[in-house]
Each structure stands twice: as C-alpha cells, then as structure tokens.
C-alpha cells in the first residue's frame, strides 16, 4: 500500500537558523498537504500542492513538490520560537481503487532554542 | 463560527468499557474523519464518511464503529475499550469538491482517551 515517509523525526535547531523537513512517498501523488500542529493541539492546514515542480511561499516558509509528484519539502528560513510543532506531511494517492486515500507521514518535530 | 467540535476532550475508561466519541461540524462539510494520533506514529486514519448514512475503513478499523446518521456529527464508537486504544483521537471534515482531491481537513481539538 501507499507509504509516506517523513524525515528527519526531529530537528533542534538555534534560532535564527533554516529548517528543512522531507517527505517523500512510495507512489506518486495527487497532490500534497502540509499541516502544521503545536504542542498540545490540533493539526493546521498550512498548504497543499498540486502541481509537479510547484513552489509555493508563505512569508518565511517554502513548500516544494517534485517533478514526479512523489516528494515534497517544506522549508522554513530563520526560524523563530512561534515555529515550534510538529509539521506533518498528507499525501493523497491517485489511485482510484483505494479511494485516493490521503495518508498522513509520522511528522518532523521541530525545536527552536532562543 | 465553532469549525469542528469534539466531545468529551478527556476520558478514563476501565477496559471492557464502552463509550461514544461525538464529532460535530457546522461548515455543511460532505466528508468526515476520524483519526487516532500515538506517539511517533503519526495520524492513522480508523474511518471516514463521505457523506450522510455512509461509512468506510480507514487503515485502522479494528475496535471501532462509527456513524454518521445526521451530515454534521460523526460518531465513533468503542464497543469493549482495551488498553491498545489508549491515544488521542481527532476528527476532521472536508469540503472535497472533487473525490480524487479532498482539500483542507479541518479539525478538531482533540479528545484524550486512557483505558485503564
């Protein structure tokens, strides 16, 4: 079945600097979501992708989604302590036959020391 | 404009217990999801409905029922609690124009289960 693998599990990082977390999925993808989900609460919609090779920006954060629509990055320039949480990563599949299931990575957990 | 609403956020339960999760969403949202979140296991989905009066597994089905009678509340339930389903459990509803996209899930805060 489809497979969606999120790398690295956790990132510490000082602030000020970048943060990049990958996901990358066993079969190519409809399009890709990206959620963002703070310490003790609810994942968030941050964007999706839809488009092979699309960039998406969003103030200091950038999301990528590959030639082959089967990974995708998220990449945030000088991070601050508000970025704290856990980004996950959701794929939806193309494949009809199991609904386009969207399944979700295990997430990348990002800490900021001020 | 409340979004997506979960009831009850905490509960204990002794295994063998049985107990209903309510999910309700006022943004007339066609699809509805219920999702468990374990530590380093990321969210699994456990069902989901596309629409008033059907439900469908999700990858991890085993244990719970589901029902989704009116379109805005999707209920999930535990008909004998173990202690493998101690987690927090999240639902989420979708617009989903298209099925092949289903946009942005919404979710809920979350409820706190332990069974003891």
């Known amino acids: 079945g489809q497979q969606v693998m999120q790398i690295p599990q956790y990132q510490h990082v000082q602030e000020g600097e970048d943060f990049t977390t990958y996901c990358n999925s066993s079969?190519?993808?409809?399009?890709i979501q990206w959620y963002k989900q703070r310490p003790g609460g609810h994942p968030v919609f941050l964007i999706q992708?839809?488009?092979?090779?699309e960039v998406k920006k969003q103030k200091r954060l950038t999301f990528q989604f590959g030639e082959a629509k089967k990974n995708s990055s998220l990449h945030i320039t000088a991070t601050q302590t508000t970025d704290v949480g856990t980004y996950f990563c959701a794929g939806q599949s193309t494949d009809m036959g199991s609904n386009y299931k969207l399944t979700f990575g295990k997430g990348t957990l990002l800490t900021v020391n001020p | 404009n409340a979004g997506v609403t979960q009831t009850p956020k905490f509960r204990v339960l002794k295994t063998g217990q049985s107990m209903t999760l309510l999910c309700a969403q006022d943004?007339?949202?066609?699809?509805m999801y219920w999702y468990r979140q374990d530590p380093g296991m990321g969210l699994r989905l456990i069902h989901y409905?596309?629409?008033?009066?059907?439900?469908a597994k999700g990858e991890v089905p085993d244990g719970y029922n589901v029902s989704r009678l009116k379109k805005q509340n999707f209920l999930l339930g535990l008909e004998s609690a173990a202690p493998s389903q101690t987690s927090v459990y999240f639902c989420?509803?979708?617009?989903?124009?298209?099925?092949?996209?289903?946009?942005?899930?919404?979710f809920g805060e979350g409820s706190r289960l332990t069974v003891l």
């Open positions: 989420a509803s979708s617009f989903t124009y298209r099925v092949s996209n289903t946009g942005e899930l919404f």
């Open positions: 992708l839809v488009k092979s090779g």
């Open positions: 943004m007339n949202h066609e699809y």
């Open positions: 079969t190519t993808l409809s399009n």
């Open positions: 409905s596309v629409g008033e009066g059907t439900t």
